[in-house]
């Protein structure tokens, strides 16, 4: 009961953490439990209308490449290459008329808890256009930003103690994989799925189903013949946009690829049944 007082009151300020974004602060949670069931409420609430992406720290195949990516090809339906890191963020910069909110589970998280992705990060929370709300759990993560970095970030930190237990952070354990199996789990899809934006999960979404219908026998499907659906599915605008897509489905384990007489066949490594069961159960 108490701790579902704590989650109601930290909710009740919801609006206000908002205004915080909207001000140019960029909002840390701090506290014992777990925040992140606190942050996804505070996505369904108060970012259902705005452009989000949800970023979970504790992920060990997360890569801020990755997360680029996602923004510039997702979020910005650019389909060009970037030589650098900064050029990625210089036309993030300068692309001013797309608001968008990081939310992002343990910013010091294992992947993230060095100085490059630090920089990255604290340079993206720089940008008018772009507002991160995050958590940390360590009790050294101050000890992660020095004096530039939190000029760049402009933290307001708030207490979000919760005591609620970490049951997604020590879900996503050291991969996404199934241990015993190596095929990927139904906590492992969820888990991951949903740190991606809505089109990417609509991408995985076409290649389950395209699986599912196929029966046992789906030896996967090629390249070619997806970017087609897609683009019939109008979830993606070029061919570049989807290799991203994939990479990071790939990098998260979550699609494979054959080959089979020299042409790449794509698969998700599941089940059929724990495939429909994600699918039947999944929301977007």
Known sequence: AYRDALVSEHKESFPVWKVYLQE??????????????????????????DYHIVINGYFPNLTIRGLLNTITSEVLGS?????????????????????????????????????????????????????????????NSPLLWDDGKLQLFNWLWIDCTSYLTYTDETSADCSVLDKTAGDVSLSSMTHVLASLTPNAKN???????????????????????????????????????????LTEFKDHKLIKSRNKNGVELLYISAENSILQQFLDNSTF
Request: aromatic fraction near 10%.
């Open 24 to 49: 140019g602060f960029n909002v840390l949670t701090y506290g014992f439990g777990s925040k992140r069931p606190i942050l996804i409420q505070f996505c369904k609430k108060m970012l259902k209308h």
């Open 79 to 139: 389909s060009a290459t970037y030589k650098s890191v900064a050029d990625q963020i210089r036309y993030i910069k300068a692309c001013s008329y797309r608001e968008l909110y990081l939310v992002i589970n343990n910013i010091d998280g294992v992947n993230l808890r060095n100085e490059k992705a630090q920089q990255v990060l604290a340079e993206l929370g720089a940008i008018d256009h772009v507002h991160i709300i995050a958590s940390v759990d360590h009790i």
């Open 203 to 245: 991408i995985f979404r076409l290649i389950g189903n395209i699986q599912l219908k196929a029966g046992k026998d789906f030896q996967g499907i090629s390249f070619q013949d997806f970017y087609i659906k897609c683009r019939e599915q109008f979830l993606v605008n070029s061919d570049t946009t989807l290799r991203t897509q």
